[in-house]
C-alpha cells in the first residue's frame, strides 16, 4: 500500500524558514515523480512545486519561485521542501502527491498524504 | 494561466439523486482533466483521470466527460458517503505547472 507521511510544520514569524518532509513507502519511490500542493484554511487547492523522479527536474508556482526549494533523496525515499522568508499568505496545510505514472509525469495526483500544517504568524 | 471555474459552488441534493457538476476552462485543456472528492479533514482523493477515466476503486456511479472547455462530473445516485467538495484540475500545461478549480460542495438537503 502506498504511504504518504509528511511532517515538519508548525507556526513560524513572517520571514522565517521551514523544512517539511514527505516519507514515502509502498511503491519504488525513485520512479515517479512528486508535487507539493497547499490548501488555505478554508480555501481551494494550489499546486506549489513538483519534481521529477531523478529529482533533475524541478518546478515551482510563480507564487512561491525563488523562496521555496524541492528536493528530494531516493535512497531514503523522502520528498522536502525547502520554505524561506515565509509570508502569512504561505499558510496552509501542505500535502504531498504522487504522480500515478511510473518514469513519467502527467501531472495529476494520487494519492495525497494526510498533510501537514504550516501557519506564518507573529 | 489557464483558469477553471466550477459550477455551482453549492449543490444542494438528496440521497439517490443524480449529481452534475460542471468545470470551464479558461482555454483547451483536451481532455487533461481530473476530478477529486474531498471530504472534511481529509486529503483530496482522485476519482477521474483525462477527463473520463476512473480511478482505480472509485466506482461506476461516478463518471466524468467532456473535452476541449466544458467538462462534467456525473454521479448518478447519491450516496451518503458522497456529500463532500469536489474539485476539477488541469495538467494540460504540466510541466510545469497544474490549477485547480475553486470546487464545488455537495451538501445534503
Known amino acids: 500500500e502506498v504511504q504518504l507521511l509528511e511532517s515538519g510544520g508548525g507556526l513560524e514569524q513572517p520571514g522565517g524558514s521551514l523544512r517539511l518532509s514527505c516519507a514515502a513507502s509502498g511503491f519504488t519511490f525513485s520512479h515517479y515523480a512528486m508535487s507539493w500542493v497547499r490548501q488555505a484554511p478554508g480555501k481551494g487547492l494550489e499546486w506549489v512545486s513538483g519534481i521529477s523522479g531523478s529529482g533533475g527536474t524541478t518546478y515551482y508556482a510563480d507564487s512561491v519561485k525563488g523562496r521555496f526549494t524541492i528536493s528530494r533523496d531516493n535512497s531514503k525515499n523522502t520528498l522536502y521542501l525547502q520554505m524561506i522568508s515565509l509570508r502569512a499568505e504561505d499558510s496552509a496545510l501542505y500535502y504531498c502527491?504522487?504522480?500515478?505514472?511510473?518514469?513519467?509525469?502527467?501531472?495529476?495526483?494520487?494519492?495525497w498524504g494526510q498533510g501537514t500544517l504550516v501557519t506564518v504568524s507573529s | 494561466e489557464i483558469v477553471l471555474t466550477q459550477s455551482p459552488a453549492t449543490l444542494s441534493l438528496s440521497p439517490g439523486e443524480r449529481a452534475t457538476l460542471s468545470c470551464r476552462a479558461s482555454q483547451s485543456v483536451s481532455t487533461y482533466l481530473a476530478w477529486y472528492q474531498q471530504k472534511p479533514g481529509q486529503a483530496p482523493r482522485l476519482l477521474i483521470y483525462d477527463a473520463s477515466n476512473r480511478a482505480t476503486g472509485i466506482p461506476a456511479r461516478f463518471s466524468g466527460s467532456g473535452s476541449g472547455t466544458d467538462f462534467t462530473l456525473t454521479i448518478s445516485s447519491l450516496e451518503p458517503g458522497d456529500f463532500a467538495i469536489y474539485y476539477c484540475?488541469?495538467?494540460?500545461?504540466?510541466?510545469?505547472?497544474?490549477?485547480f478549480g475553486q470546487g464545488t460542495k455537495v451538501e445534503i438537503k
Open positions: 484540475q488541469q495538467h494540460t500545461t504540466w510541466p510545469p505547472g497544474a490549477t
Open positions: 502527491a504522487k504522480d500515478p505514472i511510473a518514469e513519467g509525469a502527467v501531472g495529476y495526483f494520487d494519492p
